[in-house]
């Protein structure tokens, strides 16, 4: 499995090619039923690599990962609409789904937690802009994909004016999820 990716310059740092050679060998094996573990696409978003010098180039792993958990939500997909239907499916996605828009039409206009005080975070305009979109996406008035999620920058603010990273990332974990599985 080694040398799936390109290796950047000794100079220059990316993902330890030891770690990202076993993930993806953990995952395949995982993806293909040949191991005990079972790997959701939680565990693909959460995955980390230590950066070393001449490592794999980070964007072409974290491409691949993507792409791999795309794969594992397109197969649960399969696997539940196998077992339950197609449309049970598509209830939890939208029980899901309503799940994520209740959170984005609180009353008082706070979408997420602030940062702790002189903490540092993400601007809240910039999350309530992507947030927007989302509601677009699910009033059916706006096309969102999950690499457009995905694919979302926030400038930076501390204290209140600025969200807690944490929650931020969680709740677009949960809608990259959903998108994908609608996808």
Request: net charge negative; glycine share 8%; hydrophobic share 35%.
């Amino acid at each position: 499995m080694s040398g799936m990716f390109n290796s950047v310059p000794a100079l220059r740092t990316g993902y330890d090619k030891d770690e990202v050679d076993e993930f993806f060998e953990h995952a395949r094996q995982a993806y293909e039923g040949r191991t005990a573990d079972r790997l959701t696409s939680a565990d693909i978003q959460a995955s980390t690599f230590d950066l070393t010098r001449g490592g794999y180039n980070t964007h072409e792993v974290d491409a691949a990962l993507d792409r791999l958990e795309a794969a594992f939500i397109a197969r649960q997909r399969a696997e539940y609409a196998a077992a339950h239907g197609q449309q049970a499916w598509m209830n939890a996605l939208a029980e899901r789904a309503r799940s994520l828009y209740g959170r984005l039409g609180r009353p008082d206009g706070e979408k997420f937690a602030p940062a702790d005080r002189g903490s540092q975070g993400y601007d809240k305009d910039d999350v309530d802009d992507l947030c927007d979109r989302l509601i677009g996406y699910f009033d059916r008035q706006e096309p969102l994909t999950a690499g457009d999620i995905r694919s979302a920058t926030f400038g930076r603010a501390r204290g209140a004016d600025a969200y807690d990273e944490a929650s931020v990332d969680a709740f677009l974990s949960r809608a990259v999820e959903v998108l994908l599985g609608v996808e």
